[in-house]
């Protein structure tokens, strides 16, 4: 369900610091091909949480007062994605830890 498994070669760009304090990136073609991966990916998660989010209301409605018992697989995986950071959006590991959080 989650697309986990896609490569990231072109997805991780750098910025050159001029002497004015603006940055560009040293390779633009890279810079917008990362842009665009990164909004798949968040589109991808968004995706998946509205998926598992229908699951669980479709179970909720299936079971009626007994779904405290029977829908608890569903509940479960729904609130693991969305619990995650960036609700599970697959971001790529950079050399430094701060980036690897955004900040």
């Keep these: 369900m989650l697309a986990t498994s896609i490569s990231y070669i072109n ?10 304090g603006l940055g560009r990136a040293k390779n633009p073609v890279k810079y ?8 798949r990916e ?7 949480v509205r998926l598992l989010r229908r699951d669980v209301i479709e179970c909720y409605r299936k079971e009626g007062v007994n779904h405290y018992e029977n829908c608890k697989a569903p509940v479960e995986k729904y609130a693991k994605v969305v619990l995650k ?3 599970g959006q697959v971001n790529p590991e950079y050399k430094d830890e701060k980036k690897n959080y955004g900040f």
Excluded: C, G, N, P
């Design 85 to 87: 950071r960036d609700v």
């Design 42 to 48: 968040r589109q991808v998660a968004y995706e998946t």
């Design 32 to 39: 917008l091909q990362s842009i665009e991966q990164r909004a």
């Design 11 to 20: 997805y991780i760009h750098y910025i050159q610091q001029q002497k004015d």
